[in-house]
């Protein structure tokens, strides 16, 4: 078995609106950044684990973002794999 270590970004939905971003925004610009036009908050999720291959822990990953990482009536994700 090989070790993994799989980098998850997930986003809300561009079509959506993002509150948090709203709120992360408005700061900033109360804080004299002017020039952000736009935030948007999400999450990023760091697993380690380990597979066969790594095309098997890819498949794992998506799985896991697919049955419990995300909400995918809200949120979108994108992932990295890369050998530990």
Not at 35 to 62: P, Q, W, Y
Request: negative net charge.
């Amino acid at each position: 078995m090989t070790k993994f270590e799989a980098h998850i970004d997930v986003m809300p939905l561009k079509a959506l609106l993002d509150p948090q971003g709203k709120a992360v925004m408005l700061g900033l610009y109360n804080l004299s950044f002017k020039s952000v036009k736009n935030v948007r908050v999400g999450k990023h999720i760091f697993i380690e684990l380990e597979a066969e291959t790594k095309a098997e822990a890819e498949k794992m990953v998506d799985e896991m973002c697919q049955k419990m990482l995300i909400n995918p009536v809200v949120e979108y994700y994108q992932f990295t794999v890369n050998e530990a």
